[in-house]
């Protein structure tokens, strides 16, 4: 089956680092991604990686792809308010297909 | 629940035609959006509704029409098809639009525009 999942809280002190899991199960996924919403928007690409790759930072995002437990992490350095929102994981196929996880809320402690 | 479903799956249209893509939730959400997604892009908000009745624009609205008559549906409607709408669309809801809410997203409908 298809099946994207992700916690659906986290909270961090502003100035740490935010680390948000995603597991899927479908090992044909072609590209992972991880979107944001802020209240009020709808959603926003934030960054993406290929699955034949392990890691990929871009600026104060480092994405990790363990391919073989079918594991995704988003890691945010610096926390900031700012950085307050619902982060999805999401994952497409040869077919374009997109499954969606529910989605993880992160709270900044202040 | 039967969450979000949209219909149909695949669609095939000729430039000039038109259709309505389907979408409908079970769980009592005051907000919809669609969004499409194309190859290499993120998802672009097409149009929302924050209730029955209310309908709003998002970033890419131009050859798309909506409405919103009932809770359950929020119909997406292309009035003359183009290729450059040829797509994978999603509908989307949740409860409110307050940041406690997550968006539970359909599976998507594959257009393609001849």
């Known amino acids: 089956g298809e099946d994207v999942e992700q916690s659906l809280f986290l909270s961090v002190r502003e100035g740490d680092s935010s680390v948000i899991n995603c597991t899927y199960t479908d090992s044909s996924s072609t590209y992972l991604y991880w979107y944001k919403q802020e209240p009020g928007a709808g959603l926003q690409l934030l960054t993406y990686?290929?699955?034949?790759?392990d890691m990929k930072q871009d600026q104060r995002l480092t994405v990790l792809l363990n391919k073989k437990d079918k594991h995704l992490s988003l890691r945010i350095a610096d926390t900031q308010t700012g950085d307050s929102a619902i982060y999805f994981c999401a994952e497409t196929h040869r077919d374009d297909k997109i499954i969606f996880g529910k989605g993880t809320r992160l709270h900044i402690l202040p | 629940n039967a969450g979000v479903t949209q219909t149909p799956k695949f669609q095939v249209l000729k430039t000039g035609q038109s259709m309505t893509l389907q979408c409908a939730q079970d769980?009592?959400?005051?907000?919809m959006s669609w969004y499409r997604q194309d190859p290499g892009m993120g998802l672009r908000l097409i149009h929302y509704?924050?209730?029955?009745?209310?309908?709003d624009q998002g970033e890419v609205p131009n050859g798309y029409n909506v409405s919103r008559s009932t809770t359950e549906d929020f119909p997406l409607r292309l009035l003359s098809a183009a290729p450059s709408q040829t797509s994978v669309y999603f509908c989307a809801s949740s409860y409110s639009l307050a940041d406690t809410d997550t968006q539970y997203f359909g599976p998507g409908t594959r257009l393609t525009v001849l």
């Open positions: 769980m009592n959400h005051e907000y």
């Open positions: 509704s924050v209730g029955a009745g209310i309908t």
């Open positions: 990686i290929f699955s034949n790759m």
